[in-house]
């Protein structure tokens, strides 16, 4: 419930507030919330470790304090405000338009983590929609997928899809799209129309 986070901040001195806001950026995929929960650890984290011996020294007491008070106020004030928008993103978008900005997003992200992190890619299921449960991301593994899910990718027909099953056993899996085209022998707009849907983790 979205009504935690905020109420999260108003534990004495904002302690779960960097935290919140960290939790909070990866859920609602917004990354600029990493930056806030920052801000918010400096501030809280930071003005408690110079209270504690300033407590002792009598040197700059006044000052951490302000600091760590200050940042829990802006913090708590920032995650009510925020929480609609926090409520928003979980809910996913509303509209055909952000629901279709929301699709390419999400395909964009999983083909660069295709390319960065493929062994992960692997394991969370991407690009494969015929497996239950898994984070496939709107993209089709076209080394993995099955015949089923290939046929489901625009321009490929249940022919097609087996020629690519076949061709991919006997090459040991395609390294890319272009590599895809050059093998089947598809023409440049098939190529392209593939492009946005599919990636080509190890096999």
Known sequence: MTWLWWAGTLIPF???????????????????????????????????????PA?????LEGVSALVMIVGWIAGIGHAFVARFEYAKRLSGPDTPLERARDAISRRREAQQ?????????????????????????????????????????????????????????????????????????LDGDAVEDLRPYVVFLPR
């Open 113 to 185: 983590l295709a390319r960065a992190e493929p062994q992960a890619a692997l394991e969370m299921g991407l690009g494969r929609p015929d497996v239950p449960g898994a984070t496939h991301m709107g993209v089709v593994d076209v080394n993995h997928a099955h015949e089923e899910a290939l046929a489901r990718l625009p321009g490929v027909s249940d022919a097609l899809a087996r020629e690519i099953v076949t061709a991919r056993a006997q090459i040991d899996g395609f390294e890319s799209v272009e590599d895809l085209g050059e093998v089947l022998r």
């Open 55 to 59: 407590a002792e020294e009598g040197d």
């Open 14 to 52: 904002g302690f779960l507030t960097p935290v919140l806001f960290a939790v909070a950026a990866v859920r609602a995929r917004k990354p600029v919330w990493w930056i806030w929960a920052g801000l918010y650890a400096l501030a809280i984290y930071g003005g408690l470790i110079v209270y504690i």
